[in-house]
Nanobody, 125 residues
């Protein structure tokens, strides 16, 4: 499995960005997908996840609820993270992740089998 995240950039407070992640190598619909981030000098933090098979269940970290939206398009093998009302504290490298088993706590980074290379988001005030 290969994951390729893109769409990061430098924006102002209150702006929006959409991150995208391409998935290749296996049957995408069978994987629970998610996003983590890592701010400078900090550990990796769960951002959002979406269930396999159409994405009927979505999970969000409290700090992004109501501002970020995760979605997937199984016909295109893509997962997205729409980020609205961005804040300086959202500045981080964002990683796309894939979980083959689809079980376990979505906030635990160790359950994810595959990680993309990351895309940098910088929010300036």
């Amino acid at each position: 499995v290969q994951l390729q995240a893109f769409g990061g950039g430098s924006v102002q407070v209150g702006d929006s960005l959409r991150l995208s992640c391409t998935f290749s190598g296996r049957a995408f619909a069978n994987y629970r997908m998610g996003w983590f981030r890592q701010a400078p000098g900090k550990g990796r933090e769960f951002v959002a996840a979406i269930s396999w098979g159409g994405g009927g269940t979505k999970y969000y970290e409290d700090s992004v609820k109501g501002r970020f939206t995760i979605s997937r398009d199984d016909s295109k093998n893509m997962v997205y993270l729409q980020m609205d009302s961005l804040k300086p504290e959202d500045t981080a490298v964002y990683y796309c992740v894939a979980d083959e088993e689809g079980t376990g706590n979505v906030k635990d980074s160790y359950i994810y089998d595959y990680w993309g290379q990351g895309t940098l988001v910088t929010v300036s005030s």
